[in-house]
């Protein structure tokens, strides 16, 4: 009877334990964070419309990357009545939703759409990309119908408006 209750104990623990583990890990379904693997970004990064779509590859840990993020923020408000889309995505991971990517959210008071990117194998999708892409961070993808460009670098605040502007002036002249 007391082996019983033993194995009962033991048993409950353990699935409690992962039950609490998972719990810690998962996204949480109010935080605004959508999780993707690499299949659910892929068609975000080719579009075929009007808009220009910006898309930043980050992380909380990188310090380049942290250092630019006002100036997407900026260019998002700048251009919020254009057909302008920045997707940020960033390479944190998933365990950190909750502790660091919110908190950071939060305290930049990000505006622009956050996904976090949770796909390992990043020596697959890193040149679908873009095939001359090494993996370092921040990078940024800024296509619409006229133009594709790949950015392996941090921006000043000057250069990611001025491209951008091309990007988008490229786009009105077009129609």
Do not use: Q
């Not at 660091?100 to 999708?125: A, G, Q, T």
């Amino acid at each position: 009877m007391l082996y019983k209750k033993i194995i009962s104990s033991l048993i409950f623990s353990v699935f409690t334990f992962f039950i609490i583990a998972s719990a810690e890990n998962a996204p949480n379904e109010n935080s605004g964070i959508k999780v993707m693997t690499f299949e659910d970004l892929k068609p975000l990064l080719d579009k075929k419309t009007d808009t220009t779509y910006v898309v930043n590859f980050w992380a909380t840990w990188c310090a380049p990357c942290i250092a630019e993020i006002p100036y997407f923020e900026e260019v998002g408000e700048k251009y919020k009545d254009k057909k302008l889309k920045i997707l940020m995505v960033s390479l944190d991971f998933p365990s950190h939703i909750k502790s660091r990517l919110i908190p950071f959210m939060k305290k930049e008071n990000m505006k622009n759409e956050v996904v976090l990117l949770d796909d390992p194998n990043s020596n697959r999708w890193i040149p679908l990309v873009d095939k001359d892409w090494s993996g370092a961070i921040p990078a940024t993808l800024i296509y619409n119908d006229c133009k594709r460009k790949f950015y392996p670098n941090e921006f000043t605040s000057n250069e990611l408006h001025t491209v951008v502007e091309e990007f988008i002036n490229d786009s009105v002249s077009a129609e």
